[in-house]
C-alpha cells in the first residue's frame, strides 16, 4: 500500500452570518481545504453536513445569526463544528416526510455523518459532526509552523486569484517587503516538502515560467514602442 505524505492538518475556524447566500461560500472554502488536505474523497459529504448545519442554525435560531464554523481531525475522523449563541434551540432528529420543506438537515447528517451530537457551554452551543477519512493518519509528519502558514496563503490566493489593488502597503520599506517575500517563499518550501514534492524541481518550474512572463511583456511593450503612429494629413 502506497503511504501519502503527510499533510499538515491544522484545525481552522471562520465566522460567519448565518444567512443563505453564506452557504455557497462556506461550501467552496471546505471543498479548498479539503483539498489541500489531501481529503478530496470526502468533500461532497463534508459539504453536505455544512450545508445541513449552517441551514439549522438559520432556520432554528434566525438569519443574521453569528456564528463560527471549525474544522479540524480528530484522530482519522474529519470534525466540523458549527458554533452559534442559542442554547435553547437544539438541533433533533426527526423523520420527516420525503415531500418536507424542513426537518431534514439532522437526517441528511445522521445518514451521511458516522456520529454527530451538541455541546452546551455557557452562552453558545456546538452542533458537531465526524466523517471517517478512511484510514489511520499518515505516519512520518513533519511539523513545521511554516507549512501551516503556507496552507493560508494557499487558500487566499486559490480563493481571490489576484492580488487586491491595494497589496502593497506603502508604509512598508523596500527592505520590509523584500524580507517578507522571502518568508513566504521559504513557507511555501516548507509546503511542498511536507507534501512530498521536489522544492528544487518546482522553483525551477516556476523560474521559468517567470522568465517567459517578463519575455512575453518585454515582447509586447517593443511592438507597441515599433508600431507606426498615424498622423491625420
Not at 471543498?31 to 478530496?40: M, V, Y
Not at 458554533?83 to 439532522?106: F, K, S
Request: hydrophobic content about 40%.
Amino acid at each position: 500500500m502506497i503511504q501519502k505524505p503527510w499533510v499538515s492538518r491544522q484545525p481552522w475556524d471562520l465566522t460567519f452570518t448565518a444567512d443563505p447566500e453564506e452557504v455557497a461560500a462556506l461550501r467552496r472554502l471546505l471543498r479548498l481545504h479539503l483539498g489541500l488536505w489531501d481529503l478530496g474523497e470526502i468533500v461532497d459529504e463534508a459539504q453536505l453536513c455544512v450545508s445541513a448545519l449552517v441551514s439549522n442554525v438559520i432556520t432554528h435560531v434566525g438569519p443574521g445569526t453569528p456564528a463560527t464554523l471549525t474544522v479540524s481531525m480528530s484522530g482519522a475522523r474529519l470534525r466540523i463544528e458549527v458554533h452559534d449563541p442559542d442554547t435553547r434551540a437544539q438541533p433533533t432528529l426527526i423523520v420527516a416526510d420525503a415531500d418536507a420543506e424542513c426537518g431534514r438537515g439532522m437526517a441528511l447528517v445522521d445518514a451521511v455523518a458516522d456520529r454527530w451530537g451538541v455541546q452546551l457551554h455557557d452562552g453558545r452551543k456546538v452542533t458537531w459532526c465526524e466523517l471517517d477519512t478512511g484510514g489511520l493518519p499518515p505516519i512520518g509528519r513533519f511539523d513545521d509552523p511554516g507549512v501551516s502558514r503556507a496552507e493560508t496563503l494557499l487558500g487566499v490566493y486559490a480563493t481571490t486569484k489576484s492580488p487586491p489593488a491595494s497589496s502593497v502597503d506603502n508604509r512598508l520599506s523596500t527592505v520590509m517587503a523584500e524580507e517578507a517575500v522571502i518568508g513566504v517563499i521559504t513557507d511555501l518550501l516548507h509546503w511542498l516538502r511536507a507534501s512530498g514534492k521536489d522544492p528544487d524541481q518546482v522553483l525551477d518550474h516556476a523560474q521559468t515560467r517567470f522568465e517567459a512572463q517578463i519575455h512575453a511583456t518585454e515582447k509586447t511593450r517593443c511592438s507597441g514602442q515599433n508600431r507606426p503612429v498615424k498622423t491625420r494629413s
